[in-house]
């Protein structure tokens, strides 16, 4: 897993020197499939009920699962870029919203309080603790800031599938949940809306937008606990 979650990491290492307006998200799907076919590796999404791209790339009020296409960034867009990579038998996956030229005031706040938000709760990935520990310090990391955590999405387990149990909500009441234990590992990934958390699929079946058409944004990290707390697999 370690070697599949680097490469997540390497990918996104890469794709953010291409973020600038003008640059389509058919673009950025076509970086992020060949440098992991380069790694002689799969790219986790294409093909996954059916999801036709590599990346998910969801800009401004875009949740999540947003489908690459034509459409160009430009100045004051934020983009949630999600990435998983299959190799050797093993999944690693990870999500990060990057800013475009220009942007605003509150775009900023909302991308740097998702991110605490994902750090808060990682940090709660300790043997011992509950699953649920981690759900609360997203939630009252979001909530305190009076953004919105989105309820319809989930993290969720990952190793030999992308997605195992158990699911993790990022929203929840501390102490509750499953025992975590050493060995488990994790997609912690908040998704975080300005305004309310409720959410609408539009008609491709994938895409996930904001009701409210608020700004969202979305982090993750695959995380395993170990007997000295977690590490961060999907980090460089």
Not at 73 to 83: A, H, Q, R, V
Not at 192 to 214: F, I
Request: charged share 20%; aromatic share 8%; net charge negative.
């Amino acid at each position: 897993m370690a070697d599949s979650c680097r490469i997540v990491a390497e990918v996104f290492e890469g794709i953010r020197k291409n973020i600038e307006p003008g640059v389509t998200t058919k673009e950025l799907d076509d970086f992020v499939e060949a440098f992991i076919l380069s790694k002689s590796a799969k790219p986790a999404f294409k093909g996954y009920r059916g999801y036709p791209a590599s990346v998910c790339t969801s800009v401004n009020e875009e949740v999540v699962h947003g489908i690459p296409s034509s459409r160009k960034l430009k100045n004051g867009d934020i983009i949630s870029l999600d990435i998983g990579v299959f190799f050797k038998g093993f999944y690693g996956d990870a999500a990060v919203t990057l800013p475009v030229d220009g942007i605003s005031a509150e775009a900023k706040k909302l991308i740097s309080v998702t991110e605490q938000s994902l750090q808060a709760g990682i940090e709660k990935a300790s043997a011992g603790n509950r699953l649920f520990d981690i759900s609360a310090a997203v939630q009252q990391c979001v909530e305190s800031q009076g953004f919105s955590v989105v309820r319809n999405f989930v993290g969720h387990g990952i190793g030999r599938n992308l997605h195992e149990e158990p699911q993790l909500p990022n929203f929840g009441k501390a102490g509750e949940g499953p025992r975590l234990v050493e060995g488990m590992t994790l997609a912690i990934e908040p998704m975080v809306n300005a305004g309310g958390w409720e959410v609408t699929v539009l008609e491709d079946g994938w895409t996930a937008v904001t009701s409210d058409r608020s700004l969202s944004a979305h982090f993750e990290h695959t995380v395993a606990i170990t007997k000295n707390g977690y590490d961060v697999l999907t980090k460089l």
